[in-house]
């Protein structure tokens, strides 16, 4: 295929040759090519009309709607640089990110313009684009013109922006799609947000192949409905992080096939050899490929499994490096070490992003240049890994303070900022533990007050006011004094793992006192890892999250035969009240359906 400069060139040709296709279809909404690029030529139109230069940051202010991919397309048609806002994200947060950004107005649907308008900027809703825009002459552009900027966990206590233009956005399409090979005709997976890099790269890779994009909400419509929905779209490609799938293969009832899945492609965080070999075992006609990417990079690596392959170290490679990507191993001072030897992962290539967005200090800490290697540039990653004899890289895990907690990725210092900044908090320190099942959780250890009466509730529901979900942690252990270094630093690895029984949020713990509730408590256990757990405990309080919360109610469903809805969960938090919820089955209704308008 002929190199297009520009995501906007590339997706041109796939609407006009596959215009009748489906590009977005979920349970309620299908929208064909045609009419996405109708619906992004008409935002990228409004956007010119009311001003927007080329250069200039849009805010896209979404959560999992469908306006959002088209919304992004318009923005980037439009010339302007998109700034996706994840409407789900604590408001102090998106503050910041649209100060950062210097945004000249926020792009969002009718049904969210309330919300958007708290940010104090312009707003444009692109529903209604059609009667705002006029016929205008678009600009086009180039390969080397900003087109994106992705917020990220950062160090400093704020997120940190990842600008990416229109050419390297195409490089890391080809250079992921080399390998999988979607094609039109394709159905994919999409849990991830347009707010994460994986996100964008996932929305791109349907929209460049003329393949159809499959959206799923786990958090509402939980892992239970997730089997059934997966085999009802016959999706030929799944995409998502090593947690979910770990997850979703612990709900799959014995015999369950999917004869159409031909590519399951599994990363953002460490993969197990039980996920392997699991995969392979569910889904015995699928091409199961481990990948490793940053959202500074797009694909560095990916490898394809094979069903009789073992892991005797516990370690599973993450493969070679992709098309126009090199990886380095380099020990502290900057030099190579030897194969099997471990060291930071360094990844060099003219097709990944120079800078982080206003922050020059990071930037020239992070993005090295190669003296007479003109546009190359070198990737510090700050993962450990080594190469192989096979020529194979493996991740051994993060060289400083920055994790991924089921894909997401997470700057341990952002949250530890967030804490020491809360007024009954003398101090805290965070750190990333695995659970009863292997799975990465984040533990926070914090000191607090003599004579305080601060409860691990009262202090995650502070934290929820300044950072998402995934962030949040899922234990808090408190301490007398928060041990540290010689230097006064706080020494880690003396923090001790948290107990596998924590102790009860309310005064007193009251044990369950029906079936039901005992039932709930059961599965509270198993999935917790706690030896007991009181009826008035919160889930969200004792370790839980949003993927474990589907794991609960997928099991209850089952075992009482009533299918209780995710969303459940969250509402009637703790024992006593899910107990009640579903005696009476007393629930909010499912989620609306998508908005099917979009501008001419």
Known sequence: MTMEPTIVHRFAQIARRYGNLDAIRDSVTTITYG????????????????????????????????????????ALRSGAVAVPLLASHPPERLHQIVDDAEMSVIV????????AHALGMPILVVDQASTASVEVPLPMPEADSPAIILYTSGSTGRPKGVLTTHGLLLQKFDRANAVLQIRNGDRMTFFSTFALGQGVNNILMAFLSGATLCPFDIRREGLARLTSWMAEQRLTIYLSSATLLRNLLRTLEEGRQFPDLRILRIGGERVLPSDIVSAHRVFPRAQVIV?????????????????????????????RPVDGIAVRIVDEAGSEVADGD?????????????????NPEQSGATFKTLPGRAGDWRYHTGDLGRVRSDGRLEHLGRKDLRVKIRGFRVEIEEIESVLN???????????????????LRLVAYVQLPKQSDVTRDTLRGQIALR????????????LDEIPTTESGKVARQRLPDPPAQLPAVSPESVMPRSALEETIASIWREILG???????????????????????????????????????????????????????????????????QHPG
Not at 40 to 66: H, K
Not at 108 to 115: D, K, M, S, V
């Open 467 to 478: 950072l998402p979900e995934y962030m949040i942690p899922t234990a808090f252990v408190f």
């Open 342 to 358: 471990e060291g930071e992962i360094v990844v060099q290539s003219s097709g990944i992003s120079p800078r982080y967005w206003r």
């Open 421 to 439: 900044q809360l007024p009954d908090i003398v101090r805290a320190a965070v750190a990333a533990k695995p659970d009863v099942e292997g799975d």
């Open 530 to 596: 706690l030896e007991t757990v009181g009826v008035h405990d919160a889930f969200l309080s004792i370790g839980g999250d949003s993927l474990k919360a589907t794991l609960v109610v997928s099991r209850l469903s089952s075992r009482i035969g009533v299918e209780v809805p995710l969303w459940a969960l969250f509402e009637a938090s703790t024992i006593s009240e899910l107990a009640n919820a579903v005696e009476r089955q007393t629930w909010t209704p499912p989620r609306p359906a998508l908005s099917a």
């Open 291 to 319: 990948n490793y990417a940053c959202t500074e990079t797009g694909p560095v690596t990916m490898h394809a499994t094979d069903r009789e392959e073992t892991f005797p170290d516990g370690i599973v490679p993450i493969g």
């Open 35 to 74: 009419s996405l690029d109708e619906w992004a030529n008409g935002t990228a139109r409004a956007l010119v009309n009311q001003g927007i230069r080329p250069g200039e940051r849009v805010g896209l202010y979404f959560d999992r709607d469908a306006e959002a991919p088209a919304a992004l397309l318009g």
């Open 108 to 115: 969002t649907g009718q049904g969210r313009a309330p919300a």
